[in-house]
């Protein structure tokens, strides 16, 4: 009596299968030419949208930008002023209402993207603000491919009263047409990775911001530090290290 075939344990291939395999995951990652396509005309548009900031810019009189990244010195908001504030940013750097954020102008060119960054107990006046200041957060339609944000997990837990603070958001607004990027050169949606000194930001976003804006006027508000490539504005600003 001829018996069944012995059955192949699960997830056991042949070497012939394993390369079969291989190649169709290969040929899945590699992006397709329409893909190619996109992010060419994606890049030609930026350096485009880039030349025309500087020659308004030039005809104005003063420099615009397509790129802000901001990171407001919020006024957080606690229990007791009396007692609250052992942990509080006004004990690092000068802090300021959200009418004073409002108040600022922002030297925007007509197509610009702005990255700002908000901890979750300012979101709703980091909404607002974004409206005050003439922008549109990006927020999902349709299919949910425009994201409004970036979250920056942090391994360790911080204060908080309902929750524990490991979570920040780098919010993505626009004001015109920026060119946002062709598939594949999108952001993750959540970058984990350890804090540094009070208020300073990792600087994974910046090199991201970097990559996908590599010819357009980028200007960082309540810098540190100089950054090459950058104008940086703040009363904390430093000189740029020397280049390597």
């Known amino acids: 009596m001829r018996g069944r075939p012995p059955r192949r344990k699960k997830g056991a291939y042949t070497a012939a299968e394993r390369m079969r395999r291989y190649r169709r995951g290969l040929k899945r990652s590699r992006p397709s030419a329409r893909t190619i396509a996109k992010q060419q005309r ?5 350096v485009a949208l880039a030349a025309a900031t500087l020659r308004a810019a030039e005809a104005l009189g003063t420099k615009l930008y397509g790129v802000l990244y901001i990171d407001p010195p919020w006024d957080f908001l606690v229990y007791s002023r009396a007692t609250g504030m052992d942990r509080h940013a006004a004990n ?8 004073e954020l409002c108040a600022l102008k922002l030297p925007a060119a007509r197509d610009c993207a702005l990255y700002l960054w908000v901890p979750l107990n300012q979101l709703g006046n980091a ?4 409206g005050r200041w003439g922008f549109t957060l990006k927020t999902g339609h349709g299919n949910g491919w425009n994201s409004g944000g970036v979250g920056w997990g942090k391994p360790d837990l911080g204060t908080g009263l309902i929750v524990r603070e490991n979570l920040e958001l780098l919010l ?15 952001f993750p949606s959540l970058i984990v990775v350890d804090r540094g000194e009070p208020s300073e930001k990792p600087e994974v976003f910046v090199e991201m911001i970097e990559r996908l804006w590599p ?11 100089a950054r090459t490539g950058w104008d940086c504005w703040g009363n904390e600003v430093a000189e740029a290290p020397p280049a390597p």
């Open 215 to 225: 010819n357009t006027a980028k200007l960082e508000m309540f810098a540190r530090q």
């Open 42 to 46: 994606r890049a030609e548009r930026e």
């Open 172 to 186: 993505i607004a626009s004001r015109g047409a920026p060119a946002w990027p062709a598939m594949g050169e999108q």
């Open 92 to 99: 690092h750097y000068p802090v300021m209402s959200f009418a």
């Open 127 to 130: 909404v607002d603000l974004i």
